[in-house]
């Protein structure tokens, strides 16, 4: 099994009540509410807490892109990536992901991968997106174009790492008379490809083709879907012709360790209903706007999503730990829960969210400390 430990950057000084008073923590939140100079701090604090998962012996570092949120400060993963590679020397760092439907060149997309990698030596995961529908109101891109641009800029991205150039490209959304990739990537043919999504029948069906067989990571899902849906690529794979690896599945939880299942509550409590209550939620068009998604896949989340309870605010602890949405407990839970949706899928991709919505700098750390000595080694 390996182990990524992931980040949102949240903007933890960001004023809770103020804030609930617009809809969503994404796009509509005015940026009166972000004080550059917290803010720093905030990039300071992160910073440390991922180079420290190279210490604790963690295999991958992930960050990942958003915009125009108080949920992850992030829009540009590439710079955060930079930093890491001059603060550590052999762990992996995956940008999961980058969202390629909204970029208005892809060849931008290419060289900054090929150009991280070869200045970390071959350490860079490059994780590829749609991006959530909030993205599309961000940046204006239609969203039913989404997945045809994504799949459209994913092809030049990796024919412009593999080819030599200069070639032309001519696609329906993306246009380039030369393509000339200075610099080429570090790694042969490429860097590793992982798909992070909530679930897409799409998504599953192109991740697991025979020529990609991308690793697929669940995010943000109760217990019950992350098991469907790994399951469901499994199926896929088989139905493509060939037995998927535990290799190809992860599963992105947050998850709090502490000595005692009451202690772990305790400590998280703050961290996890902020994160769904306040940073996450935002309403169903901005989620999931007109022609994001096909119609099928549309019903499909819906349906699983309220019947497993899901909604916008208030959600407990409780109710988030009941549903295995997140993890939190002792050691020994802990290990239990996790070897638990292994056993059903077989997944060997753990990618640890150690730190969520307000939670302090004090807790992260302990967090990732306990993770790493009392659970992380027994799940190897």
């Known amino acids: 099994m390996k182990f990524t430990c992931f980040h949102l950057m949240p903007y933890r000084p960001l004023d809770l009540k103020a804030a609930a008073e617009h809809r969503s923590a994404w796009v509509v939140l005015p940026n009166s509410f972000y004080d550059p100079k917290k803010g720093a701090a905030e990039y300071d604090s992160y910073l440390d807490q991922l180079t420290s998962a190279e210490k604790l012996g963690f295999d991958v ?16 993963p590439n710079l955060i990536a930079s930093a890491l590679i001059q603060r550590t020397k052999t762990i992996k760092i995956a940008i999961l992901g980058r969202a390629l439907p909204i970029v208005g060149n892809p060849i931008n997309i290419a060289e900054e991968f090929a150009m991280l990698d070869v200045l970390s030596k071959g350490r860079i995961i490059a994780g590829f997106v749609r991006g959530i529908g909030a993205e599309y109101h961000s940046t204006g891109v239609n969203p039913a174009f989404s997945h045809e641009r994504f799949h459209e800029a994913h092809d030049l991205i990796i024919k412009a790492w593999t080819t030599v150039g200069p070639f032309e490209f001519e696609g329906n959304h993306f246009r380039n008379r030369y393509v000339n990739l200075w610099p080429r990537p570090y790694q042969t043919p490429h860097p590793p490809v992982w798909i992070p999504s909530m679930g897409s029948r799409e998504t599953i069906d192109w991740a697991s083709a025979p020529e990609r067989k991308y690793p697929f990571l669940v995010t943000f899902s109760s217990e019950a879907a992350v098991v469907r849906y790994l399951n469901m690529y499994r199926d896929t794979a088989q139905g493509h012709g060939y037995t998927a690896e535990g290799s190809q599945l992860g599963w992105a939880v947050p998850l709090y360790v502490a000595d005692t299942d009451a202690r772990a509550r305790e400590e998280a409590k703050a961290g996890i209903e902020t994160l769904f209550n306040n940073f996450l939620p935002m309403p169903w068009e901005m989620l999931l706007p007109p022609g994001y998604t096909s119609n099928a896949s549309l019903k499909a ?79 190897r």
């Open 61 to 76: 570092i992930g960050v990942n892109e958003h915009h125009q949120t108080a949920y992850g400060m992030m829009p540009a």
């Open 301 to 379: 989340t819906m349906k699983i999503r309220t019947a497993l309870g899901s909604r916008a605010r208030n959600q407990t602890i409780d109710e988030l730990m009941a549903n295995g949405t997140a993890v939190i407990g002792s050691p020994r839970t802990v290990l239990e829960k996790i070897e638990r949706v292994r056993e059903q899928t077989g997944l060997e991709n753990l990618i640890v969210m150690p730190q969520f919505g307000v939670m302090p700098d004090e807790f992260a750390k302990r967090n990732m400390e306990l993770f790493a000595s009392e659970v992380m080694p027994k799940l």
